[in-house]
């Protein structure tokens, strides 16, 4: 048996067919979960009873238990238990064009990014397509609310968990599922360089964010193990590739360090690295921890970095900052409950 959470509308009409059944049927069951919130096969009426008993026998629903919720305003952070055991964190966020939840891919991440507190917790497995679904479900049923914005960036390396990912992906974006729309949707890599190319070819229209934090190779070396298999050209490369295969604009985050990352001339080479290419700098101000020794960059710094992108016609934003009263950090939460 599986998780119904875990099938795409496309298997589960292969799936109908298969058994001999009208391939409709799996959208009608679509519409019972994911537009009527109906987690219960014998409470879909329109089904027929021996349709409801074959899916008993080879699906079931499960959940994700909530461990604990911190809020601030506009912000809401979750600590939930898989059935194994292992806990994962999402975050709901509060923007003036709808409800955004940043989702776990993985449990733990293995990129080993030394700014970054849930890589201080190696990888256990991959998350199911299932366990990420049940994230945006378990979350818009606390707020009683529409998801209607959804980034892979929490814990994990997405593209490290490629098909379960895919999955995912299709499963929120079904019209007949969350129809969480393809540009309402980011998906986050520290640059796993070929899975870039086969994500270009995927041509989902989902956005794609590279997390760079670094402008040469020397600096993003010490702070992202990841540069030394996939370095900054290669990575540059590759998001070429994507920018022409798909037409869309790309996303390049930016930590910005104290004294590490964040000089004039930290800047200066952000500009002719990015020079050309059809892209946007999310500058990101760093949130401190206690086992980490980086520290966040002072106002006049990230203003500063700022000026410099925006004088060499980079397009670049700061990041909106939530959670200052909660463990904002991505993967605190998990790791203070660890």
């Not at 001999?20 to 519409?31: L, N, P």
């Not at 040469?216 to 590759?238: L, V």
Request: charged share 30%; hydrophobic share 35%.
């Amino acid at each position: 048996m599986t998780s119904i959470f875990n099938v795409t509308k496309e298997e589960l009409e292969s799936y109908f067919i298969d058994k001999g059944e009208k391939k409709f049927k799996a959208t009608q069951v679509f519409e019972w979960i994911y537009r009527k919130e109906v987690y219960n096969f014998d409470e879909m009426s329109n089904l027929k009873k021996d349709t409801i008993e074959m899916l008993k026998n080879d699906f079931y629903f499960d959940e994700l238990k909530l461990v604990t919720k911190q809020e601030d305003e506009l912000v809401k952070k979750y600590l939930f238990e898989l059935n194994d055991g292992h806990r994962i964190e999402s975050v709901l966020m509060k923007h003036d064009y709808g409800n955004s939840i940043c989702i776990s891919s993985q449990i733990g991440c293995n990129m080993g990014c030394k700014f970054c507190q849930s890589g201080r917790l190696k990888k256990i497995r991959n998350l199911t397509a299932s366990e990420m679904v049940l994230q945006v479900l378990t979350v818009q049923k606390d707020i009683n609310e529409r998801i209607s914005h959804v980034v892979i960036m929490g814990i994990g390396e997405p593209f490290d968990n490629y098909d379960n990912f895919m999955n995912f992906i299709r499963i929120v974006n079904d019209p007949y599922g969350l129809a969480i729309g393809q540009r309402h949707i980011t998906v986050s890599t520290s640059g796993l360089v070929k899975k870039i190319y086969e994500f270009a070819d995927e041509e989902t229209g989902v956005n794609l964010a590279i997390s760079l934090h670094a402008s040469t190779n020397e600096k993003r070396n010490n702070i992202m193990p990841i540069n030394k298999a996939y370095n900054i050209s290669e990575i540059i490369k590759a998001v070429k590739y994507y920018i022409d295969k798909t037409n869309r604009r790309v996303t390049f985050e930016y930590i910005l360090l104290k004294d590490i990352n964040d000089t004039k001339l930290d800047a200066l080479n952000l500009c002719k690295l990015l020079k050309g290419i059809n892209c946007y700098v999310n500058l990101i101000p760093y949130n401190e921890t206690e086992n980490t020794e980086f520290k966040r960059s002072n106002y006049d710094s990230i203003s500063n970095f700022y000026d410099i992108l925006k004088k060499n016609r980079i397009n670049a934003t700061i990041r909106k900052e939530f959670g200052s009263n909660v463990s904002a950090a991505c993967g605190q939460l998990r790791a203070e409950n660890n």
